[in-house]
């Protein structure tokens, strides 16, 4: 999604250009920079419009472990052992032990 879209999207003036960028460096959402502007993936928003609440606390492990967002939102879309069944994290942000499982991958030492 776009700045323009996710403003618009959970209710703040769509010409706030910085919108959605304010809510990145708060660790509020996630967004990956392509080209000259960030995108922000459609999975962080509940149907009722607002940003997922497990987002958030999924930022601070991401953060804290030394993660870019680009490998943090490859790893939500891809299947993972780390879930059970083998599925993508992004499938289970309802689950109350996704946060685990990233802590888990993102803190194995190689």
Not at 31 to 43: D, E, K, M, S, T
Not at 69 to 89: H, K, M, N, V, Y
Request: proline share 4%.
């Amino acid at each position: 999604m776009t700045v323009a879209e996710v403003a618009k999207l959970i209710g703040s003036n769509s010409k706030d250009w910085n919108f959605a960028a304010r809510l990145r460096r708060k660790g509020e959402l996630l967004g990956v920079r392509r080209l000259n502007a960030y995108r922000y993936p459609g999975f962080q928003f509940r149907s009722d419009n607002t940003i997922h609440p497990v987002i958030k606390q999924l930022v601070a492990v991401m953060r804290a472990s030394d993660w870019s967002e680009e490998s943090f939102i490859f790893w939500l879309c891809s299947p993972t052992r780390a879930i059970a069944g083998g599925g993508r994290p992004v499938d289970h942000l309802d689950d109350s032990s996704l946060v685990s499982a990233a802590i888990g991958m993102m803190t194995v030492d190689w």
